[in-house]
């Protein structure tokens, strides 16, 4: 769990979200919908997008996840992170973890997404506030700062 | 109970002539490996159109084909494919064909002590053609308001249809299903503007599509016409195109 390992026991009807809240007290993991719907619980799981709220947390095990929390912190945030505020591309913000995690588990796989690519990305994750273009710019501004950065 | 853990259940491969797909294959896993081959396109066609990245890192083939949903978008594409389907219990294995294992709706062929290990189809030849076609409010996270899955395949000069498979959703209170009578009028046939037409109006004189708060039977008796028309003009085009 973002870089640390954790030995919990759990309920075999608990779900991934609420371990993550609850018990690890990872609070920028949301809920929104709880039934796969809305994307607000994203957290990245091996490697893959995964709504928490799909996720019980047995199948958690062995598996490596990442949150908000352990994506950057207010010293050092991540470049996804840098440019949502450089474009003002959160209003209510409750998305916003949800859409960070979704715009770099896009870059670490794909260092130069095009636009179709960061909204085929990020379509599971819905925003009722912005209309997603100020978070799609962004997300590519990111891409790029990266992997100028890396060359 | 949670199978997930059995990952000798996850694969994707080619053997026998066929295509073999494990139950537990997720969605996302099957995207990154089909390739660009006509039924590599075809399932890439109903994957991308598939709830969203993140339903993909979970949804397995063999819970969508278990779910045995009227408004299930993979199992018409694998009824156009001829796909059949492994189950395993303690006292073996069983194989049958995908649309006998689907009883009715929510309802399939496996035993209380059963579970289904994989879908495989024979692997098309080079000459087929396939187009899947998926009507709803948004691209993306919606369910179907009717979909329409097309495979064709020709003679070895490209000209005449040899087979003819098409399956579509959200039929009254079935499962999905093939429309045989609308196949047999392609079969022998150029695939050319006479032929898409008259397939186009059969399908129009058999169907009896499901009505909810969506849309009506009425709309999705005319829009499935406007998509099985998509969907030959687009093999038309794949097939000239080769």
């Known amino acids: 769990m973002n870089g640390k390992d954790h030995a919990l026991v759990v309920e075999s009807t608990e779900r991934l979200l609420d371990v993550l809240r609850d018990r690890l007290d990872l609070k920028g993991v949301k809920e929104g919908c709880g039934t796969g719907d809305c994307g607000t619980c994203t957290v990245i799981m091996d490697g893959r997008l995964v709504n928490s709220c799909l996720v019980l947390a047995v199948q958690a095990r062995d598996k ?43 870059v670490d796989h794909n260092p130069s997404p095009s636009k179709e690519e960061i909204k085929e990305a ?30 | 109970m949670d199978l997930s853990g059995l990952s000798e259940l996850r694969y994707v491969k080619r053997e026998d ?98 579970i289904l290990v994989e879908v495989s189809f024979p692997e098309p030849s080079a000459r087929a053609a396939c187009s899947f076609q998926k009507l709803g409010m948004r691209n993306i996270l919606i369910i179907a308001l009717v979909s329409v899955a097309v495979f064709l395949d020709t003679d070895d000069s490209r000209s005449n249809i040899t087979q003819a498979r098409i399956a579509l959703n959200r039929l009254k209170g079935k499962i999905p299903q093939r429309v045989k009578s609308v196949e047999k009028g392609l079969l022998d046939k150029r695939l050319d503007e006479h032929a898409i037409k008259s397939a186009v109006e059969r399908l129009g004189e058999e169907l009896t599509l ?33």
């Open chain 2, 17 to 114: 002539g066929e295509i073999k797909i494990g139950a537990l294959t997720t969605i996302g896993d099957l995207e990154r490996q089909v390739d660009n081959s006509a039924w590599g396109r075809f399932l890439n066609d109903v994957i991308t159109k598939f709830g969203s990245p993140n339903i993909r890192s979970l949804a397995t083939i063999g819970g969508n084909i278990c779910a045995a949903s009227s408004s299930e978008d993979l199992i018409p594409v694998f009824l156009a494919l001829d796909a059949k389907v492994k189950t395993l219990r303690k006292s073996g294995t069983r194989e049958m064909p995908l649309q006998e294992f689907l009883v009715a709706k929510r309802k399939t062929a496996l035993h209380a002590d059963e």
């Open chain 1, 64 to 106: 490596k996840i990442t949150t908000i929390e352990g994506v950057g912190t207010r010293e050092k945030l991540h470049p996804v992170q840098k440019a949502l505020m450089k474009y003002g591309a959160a209003q209510c913000g409750f998305c916003t973890p949800a859409m960070v995690l979704a715009g770099k588990n896009l």
């Open chain 2, 210 to 242: 499901t009505s909810d708060f969506r849309a009506s039977s009425e709309y999705r008796c005319e829009a499935v016409k406007v998509l099985l028309r998509r969907a030959l003009v687009d093999c038309q085009q794949n097939i000239l195109k080769k």
């Open chain 1, 122 to 151: 990020i379509s599971g994750v819905l925003c009722r506030c912005t209309g997603y273009y100020k978070i799609i710019d962004a997300i590519h501004d990111a891409a790029k700062e990266i992997s100028e950065v890396r060359s």
